[in-house]
């Protein structure tokens, strides 16, 4: 006969949940499928035993409601299952992969990897373009969580098509983080790790901001287009592009490339001297905003 499964697992939290709440299996499969996540008495039973864990996508997609039925806290369930799949985000893309351009005289191919200890959940950036149609900054915030307890930070990855190449940006942490290391792996891509203030406990979040500027002194980036590039899939994008009132372009378009899908399509500013663009559940791909002046 099996026995109980052991402490601190995500069988044992189940079985704790489901002993306190005195609801057998078959009404935590009624209550789920109710709520729209149609998951099997059999996989239920074997997640209470240990035997397995929610790996599936739409098992992963349950584990909200199923904490909820329970009475737990959010995430308490979905920090027990191992891996990256415990944000149901999926493994990490090489960088290089999900670029629309070639990364240039790459010094070292490895190192176009982000960690898969870190799950990365959102991504924010905004971009300010001055009166010159020079990019001033990118402000990036992103959340993250950790896949494994003593994870201590997690490498960004930032590329420009532009002749100028990668070496005129100077990257700040602004907050919740600090520019541990600063590396340009290409000769337009820069790799920049981001360490905690202190290693994080596995299911434990961070959130970051980091500010990317370019040096004067290399000239304007006369960047037309900014893209997000998302290596892991992310709960939440949001790309901002805010233009000073002196210098608005004529058009703008939002597009995205995600699994082999391309598309993009045209968006008015409407009188606000900026654009946006966000997307749940997006990724590995990219997804940007082009303008024309």
């Known amino acids: 006969m099996r026995g109980a499964p052991p402490p601190g697992t995500f069988a044992s939290a189940l079985s704790e949940a489901l002993a306190l709440k005195?609801?057998?299996?078959?009404e935590l499969r009624d209550r789920l499928h109710s709520r729209g996540h149609?998951?099997?008495?059999?996989?239920?039973?074997?997640?209470?035993?240990?035997?397995r864990l929610p790996e599936r996508r739409a098992s992963l997609e349950a584990l909200p409601a199923l904490e909820s039925i329970l009475d737990l806290a959010a995430g308490s369930l979905s920090k027990l299952v191992p891996g990256p799949a415990a944000r149901r985000l999926g493994h990490v893309e090489r960088f290089d992969d999900l670029l629309d351009y070639p990364v240039r005289d790459p010094e070292d191919a490895d190192g176009l990897r982000g960690e898969s200890d870190i799950s990365r959940i959102m991504t924010h950036v905004t971009i300010h373009v001055g009166r010159?149609?020079?990019?001033?900054?990118?402000?990036?915030?992103?959340?993250?969580?950790?896949?494994?307890?003593?994870?201590?930070?997690?490498?960004?990855?930032?590329?420009?098509?532009?002749?100028?190449?990668?070496?005129?940006?100077?990257?700040?942490?602004l907050a919740g983080c600090a520019v541990h290391e600063d590396h340009q792996p290409a000769r337009n891509v820069r790799r920049v790790h981001l360490r905690?203030?202190?290693?994080?406990?596995?299911?434990?979040?961070?959130?970051?901001?980091?500010?990317?500027?370019?040096?004067?002194?290399?000239?304007?980036?006369?960047t037309d287009d900014y893209e997000i590039v998302a290596e892991q899939r992310l709960e939440e994008a949001l790309l901002w592009v805010t233009f000073d009132p002196a210098a608005v372009p004529r058009r703008c378009w939002v597009y995205f490339s995600e699994d082999g899908l391309k598309h993009e399509w045209p968006?008015?500013?409407?009188?606000?001297?900026?654009?946006?663009?966000?997307q749940r559940d997006f990724g590995p791909g990219g997804l940007g905003i082009r303008w024309e002046w």
């Open 22 to 26: 005195r609801i057998p299996l078959s």
């Open 267 to 278: 968006v008015d500013l409407d009188g606000t001297f900026s654009v946006h663009y966000r």
């Open 38 to 51: 149609p998951i099997s008495l059999t996989a239920l039973s074997y997640w209470r035993s240990g035997q």
């Open 196 to 222: 905690f203030p202190r290693p994080l406990m596995r299911g434990e979040s961070a959130l970051t901001e980091v500010e990317a500027t370019h040096a004067r002194e290399a000239g304007l980036d006369l």
């Open 132 to 173: 010159q149609r020079e990019i001033l900054r990118a402000r990036m915030r992103r959340l993250v969580v950790a896949n494994r307890d003593g994870a201590d930070g997690f490498t960004i990855f930032m590329a420009t098509d532009a002749e100028i190449g990668a070496d005129p940006m100077r990257f700040e942490a």
